[in-house]
């Protein structure tokens, strides 16, 4: 088939090497991972660079980001998370941000249908929660486990399900981001993928070719909302699963 | 049935749970509205509310097309694929 939609995600390697035995190559994936950290960053900081009062166009769209993450952390969170944790969570959101909308040009890569990178960052944050939290509460971080306010004997049946709750986490953490990413670029290729082969039908079938043609943009558009969307959704459950690990137990 | 039409027909089963998040999403944003729209003023602030709601229904759809994505791309031992 000339249009595999598979095709995609398929990971060349550009500079190949070896650290220790362990095939550390420079990879399509890397690179466009450092393409999506170096034009957040370059955004970002040439953005800010005037500092004035009253701000310019880039400037406003840096400081919206900037506020709307730190609207969001201060809700999830309280002001103890943004002292600790709002570095962190903007980090992570710009980068998923960016490499969502990279993987959105044509013939680009997507660094975040890897489940590799996005599993990455979501054992990050798991691992953060479990250090913090025994780190600031002690053994009272095992109140996560046992919630206030219900009869005593329900702890039989609720504590079990926290458990597996919170260890079921990084794995819906990561699988959401992934397989929202993954799933949207296929579904884009394949519906992209009909309107050649309508169009091969001849006449008719170049006059219905519009039909998926229209689908095609529809779904990039929705593409779009779903890359910014996703990149929200990762941040928003950092901070929840951040403020499991500064108080446990509500 | 051989076992690798099972593995499919196993693939095509597990891609229905698909269907129940929907559901779950659909009541989430279709309640969401509804209170918007008798309180426009209040709406924003739950928007984080809103998409948590969703993120949280939305894993339980991803987790069934996982599993249909393991059962249709993951080598099992014994299955030629």
């Known amino acids: 088939m000339s249009n595999d939609p598979v095709h995609q995600f398929h990971i060349n390697t550009i500079a190949p090497f070896e650290i220790a035995g362990l095939d550390a ?36 769209v840096a400081e919206t980001a900037y506020n709307f993450i730190h609207g969001m952390v201060r809700d999830a969170a309280g002001e103890e998370g943004v002292k600790r944790f709002f570095p962190f969570v ?13 993987g959105m040009f044509p013939y680009f890569f997507t660094p975040t ?16 929660v479990i250090v913090v939290g025994f780190a ?22 609720v504590t079990p399900i926290e458990i597996l709750s919170f260890f079921s986490r990084p794995l819906s953490h990561a699988v959401r981001l992934w397989a929202n990413v993954l799933a949207g670029h296929l579904v884009l290729k394949v519906f992209a993928g009909f309107v050649p082969m309508m169009a091969a039908a001849g006449a008719i079938g170049i006059a219905g070719s519009i039909l998926p043609l229209t689908m095609t943009v529809a779904l990039y558009a929705l593409e779009f909302l779903v890359a910014f969307l996703q ?6 459950l950092t901070c929840i699963y951040l403020n499991d690990a500064l108080h446990p137990g509500h | 049935m051989d076992s690798d039409s099972a593995r499919l027909i196993g693939a095509g089963i597990a891609a229905i749970g698909m269907g129940g998040a929907g559901i779950g999403v659909g009541i989430i944003f279709g309640n969401f509205l509804q209170g918007a729209l008798r309180n426009p003023s209040e709406a924003p602030k739950q928007f984080g509310n809103l998409i948590f709601g969703f993120a949280v229904t939305e894993a339980l759809g991803i987790f069934s097309l996982l599993i249909a994505l393991l059962l249709l791309f993951v080598p099992i031992p014994g299955i030629q694929q």
């Open chain 1, 113 to 128: 249908s890897q489940i590799i990178i996005t599993a990455t960052m979501a054992l990050m944050v798991f691992f953060t």
């Open chain 1, 136 to 157: 600031k509460n002690g053994l009272k971080f095992f109140k996560l486990f046992f919630p206030s306010g219900i009869p005593w004997a329900l702890y039989i049946i």
């Open chain 1, 25 to 60: 190559s420079f990879t399509n994936a890397s690179l466009f991972m450092a393409a999506g950290v170096g034009a957040a960053a370059l955004f970002m900081t040439s953005a800010m660079r005037p500092a004035a009062m009253a701000p310019g166009r880039t400037q406003v």
């Open chain 1, 231 to 236: 990149a929200y959704v990762f941040a928003l």
């Open chain 1, 90 to 102: 903007f980090t992570l959101f710009l980068f998923i941000f960016a490499a969502n909308m990279i």
